[in-house]
């Protein structure tokens, strides 16, 4: 496939973006790092990569995020097309959270920003960002180091990660469903319930889908091929076929949303037990009350009153 140079990425704002970024920085970056010998500490011989991924350009880069340039030039970019700001943006995704996690899986998480951002504010979790591409991983260690957060890198794919069932208590993923066919956000979303515990969290910030379609030319804007399919469909409904309850969409500035699920506790009959317990928030309760969650080891929920 080769790169279309007639996007309005191409024609205005990639030249004016590049004014304000600093290529030379970017470049002496770039050279300083041996990106085959980095990333094969992070690669994995078991990860298939799945031909959605690899078939297309993301942003322009040919091969998308399997060169190292896609991994050098993703965050200068990134932090101007987040309205108002990306710490912003992504720290709705932080604002969002009900559960007092153990351990966090961030899915797609790219060079680790929003990881980063998830280990600040549960520092006693163990937090795990896994990725297809392993030169953002190279990039989110690189991140990781320099602010001396204690982060587990994992090359693999957001279907099919290989953990054990319910070994996460959040599982969290910002900017990749606008980068994935639907079938693979729902395979994804599938793959979040069945690593949750009991009472876990989902929680999935991207593009508002509802602003997207009002605003078709945007999808014009950067060279995203699965964009308009992701436009189309709804975040609310794909968590819902997977099995999640309370589901909950929220605008982040109008540009993005963050949609929130809940992994039910089943009845032994198989329904939807609402009697029993309901999230600890956060800012309200700090405590963890583990007494009758026999079968459930969430710290997720508490008792109702
Ligand atoms: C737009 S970036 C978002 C990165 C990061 N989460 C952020 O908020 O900046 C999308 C990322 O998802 C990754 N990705 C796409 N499909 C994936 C999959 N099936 N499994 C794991 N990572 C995937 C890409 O390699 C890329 O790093």
Redesign the pocket.
């Known amino acids: 496939m080769t790169v279309r140079q007639d996007t309005i990425w191409e024609r205005f704002l990639s030249p004016v973006v590049r004014l304000l970024i600093d290529e030379e920085g970017l470049r002496r970056y770039f050279e300083s790092v041996d990106w085959e010998k980095e990333s094969s500490r992070f690669r994995r011989a078991d990860v298939t990569v799945?031909p959605?991924?690899s078939s297309q350009n993301?942003h322009g880069i040919k091969d998308?995020?399997l060169k190292p340039g896609?991994a050098v030039s993703?965050d200068p970019i990134?932090q101007y097309v987040l309205p108002p700001t990306e710490t912003i943006v992504?720290q709705a995704i932080i604002d969002s959270i009900k559960v007092q996690p153990r351990r966090i899986l961030?899915?797609?998480?790219?060079?680790?920003?929003?990881?980063l951002m998830l280990k600040q504010a549960f520092p006693q979790a163990e937090v795990i960002g896994?990725?297809?591409?392993p030169y953002?991983l190279v990039r989110a260690s690189h991140k990781a180091e320099k602010t001396g957060l204690d982060i587990n890198w994992r090359h693999?794919?957001?279907?099919k990660t290989g953990f054990p069932d319910a070994s996460f208590d959040l599982v969290t993923?910002?900017?990749?469903f606008?980068?994935?066919p639907t079938t693979?956000a729902v395979a994804?979303l599938q793959e979040c319930f069945r690593l949750l515990v009991t009472g876990g969290q989902v929680l999935i910030?991207d593009g508002n889908q509802n602003t997207l379609r009002q605003l078709d030319w945007l999808n014009n804007v950067f060279e995203e091929p699965y964009i308009r399919e992701y436009a189309a469909g709804s975040v609310d409904a794909w968590m819902g076929e997977a099995g999640f309850q309370a589901v909950q969409t929220q605008d982040v500035w109008w540009i993005n949303q963050v949609t929130s699920g809940v992994k039910p506790i089943l009845s032994e009959d198989g329904t939807v037990r609402t009697d029993v317990r309901r999230y600890t928030s956060v800012q309200r309760d700090d405590t963890v009350d583990n007494e009758d969650l026999q079968g459930f080891p969430s710290p997720a929920f508490d008792t109702m009153p």
């Open positions: 799945p959605y991924y993301f998308g995020y896609a993703y990134t992504r961030d899915l797609g998480c790219g060079t680790g920003s929003t990881t896994l990725d297809l591409s953002m693999g794919d957001a279907q993923a910002s900017l990749l606008h980068e994935t693979v994804i910030l």
